[in-house]
């Protein structure tokens, strides 16, 4: 993934989000998500890239660069991503709602679910 714009839109389909799921969520029009994804816009804000990669779950400098930190050296990768093998459609459908809800939220579900941990 040679641009902005492909990285965009690969990790945003990864994540399982529509554009308009990135709107809602982002508090922006559908339309500004498409224009990130067309290459239409010159110069994105940076909190709406910032709570992007946050929100696709993609560190900032690889949806920037398509590169990631390695130390010592630069390197070109993929997304990373962390491998949880398949997920079943009720998994993502979950992880699909887990990331529309407000951080705060999310972090006392995960208290919540940690609770039962054991």
Same mark, same amino acid.
């Given at each position: 993934?040679? &641009?902005? &714009?492909?990285?965009?839109? &690969? ?24 224009? *990130?994804?067309?290459?239409? &816009? ?19 400098? *690889? ?7 390695? %130390? ?7 997304? %990373? ?38």
């Amino acid at each position: 993934m040679n &641009t902005l &714009t492909e990285r965009i839109r &690969t990790a945003r389909k990864e994540a399982g989000l529509s554009q308009a799921d990135v709107a809602k969520a982002l508090h922006i029009s559908p339309s500004a998500v498409n224009q *990130w994804e067309q290459g239409l &816009t010159k110069n994105m804000k940076l909190n709406h890239f910032f709570a992007l990669a946050s929100l696709l779950g993609q560190e900032p400098r *690889w949806l920037a660069t398509g590169k990631i930190h390695s %130390p010592g050296r630069e390197s070109v990768a993929k997304s %990373p991503k962390p491998d949880y093998g398949a997920l079943t459609s009720e998994e993502k459908a979950l992880l699909h709602q887990i990331r529309r809800m407000p951080s705060k939220l999310r972090r006392s579900l995960l208290q919540f679910l940690r609770a039962f941990e054991g």
